[in-house]
């Protein structure tokens, strides 16, 4: 029998390395690309019903060819001893049952590290943590918070240790659940729309804007939902708010009240010329050349004082032929 130590968190734990019948593992139902058949009912799937929706994901379907063209798996699965639920590897194990289908007799068998029957869910937690989460990261943003919000629903522990069992800081955790715990409130777990209420929640301006008027919450996750809006204009929205002028948070408040929608509220306070890059440009130019080490830094060798002069004159002329043509 050929062991290893496999460390978890701060605990090294005795494995075994063997070939198992891949028809004896069973998947494991909180793997968070197979828990959104969890959402469809209270129940907890099959495993016919695991088998049939991993087979069916396109990265099953190409792990499968990457599979079959090394000849076997590079990276055994990981398995719980007694239950032979696969903690680690159930995109593998579903592949290999797919080649199963083609040819039993190669296919049968898959190579397993095999975990103690009596490993804590705690153990559990942190392996898959470290390996989705802080280590390849393949499970997506959606999927990482997701498993970590259950995580904190199920044990009633502190955020701050689960974000010490993931090896992650406690704000990220903090991050990951507040995004989550918002697209619950307002009935939206379409994986798609995680970047729309991320970038919406951690924006300052929007932030700020939130705290005088939560109605705009409702709103925007409407818009999100209907896919009317994108993420990226989520930071639309901030600049918005970030204006701070009487108009700006007149739109603010239409948009919060649907009177109209994000993008209209945007080309209203563009069209003003309040959120103009040329406007900034020009401030910015303004406050560079108004600081008191101006002067000092463009003398600091001669070459560099003969090239600002250069530069000096040329932005001068323009303003000239500028002022002179919008003058008349």
Request: some cysteine; aromatic content about 8%; glycine content about 4%.
């Amino acid at each position: 029998m050929i062991t290893e130590n496999l460390t978890i968190g701060k605990n090294d734990y005795e494995v075994r390395l063997e070939d198992l019948n891949q028809i004896d593992l069973k998947f494991y139902p909180e793997n968070p690309r197979v828990y959104s058949i969890l959402n469809i009912d209270s129940a907890e799937p099959s495993q016919d019903d695991i088998e049939d929706y991993m087979c069916s994901q396109d990265h099953v379907k190409q792990l499968k060819e990457s599979i079959k063209s090394n000849g076997g798996l590079i990276d055994p699965i990981i398995v719980r001893d007694r239950d032979f639920v696969v903690l680690e590897g159930n995109s593998r194990l579903a592949a290999y049952r797919i080649l199963n289908r083609e040819d039993p007799v190669q296919w049968g068998k898959i190579k397993c590290k095999i975990l103690p029957a009596d490993i804590s869910d705690s153990a559990v937690f942190a392996l898959l943590g470290q390996y989705h989460i802080i280590g390849r990261k393949d499970w997506d943003p959606f999927e990482q918070a997701n498993y970590l919000y259950r995580r904190l629903q199920q044990t009633k522990l502190p955020i701050e240790y689960m974000a010490e069992e993931l090896g992650i800081s406690r704000q990220k955790a903090n991050s990951m659940v507040n995004v989550i715990k918002f697209m619950i409130a307002h009935d939206d777990l379409n994986k798609k729309h995680w970047s729309h209420y991320e970038e919406y929640l951690k924006n300052a301006g929007i932030k700020k804007y939130r705290e005088t008027d939560p109605d705009i919450d409702d709103t925007i996750s409407e818009q999100i939902k209907s896919e009317t809006v994108q993420a990226t204009d989520m930071r639309k929205l901030g600049e918005i708010a970030k204006v701070g002028d009487k108009q700006s948070k007149k739109v603010m408040k239409k948009i919060a009240t649907g009177e109209i929608d994000l993008i209209s509220g945007y080309e209203e306070i563009q069209e003003a010329g309040k959120l103009d890059d040329i406007i900034k440009k020009l401030k910015t130019f303004r406050s560079t050349i108004s600081e008191e080490s101006f002067e000092k830094q463009i003398r600091v060798s001669a070459e560099t004082y003969q090239n600002a002069q250069f530069e000096i004159d040329k932005i001068i002329k323009r303003l000239e032929k500028f002022s002179d043509k919008h003058s008349k």
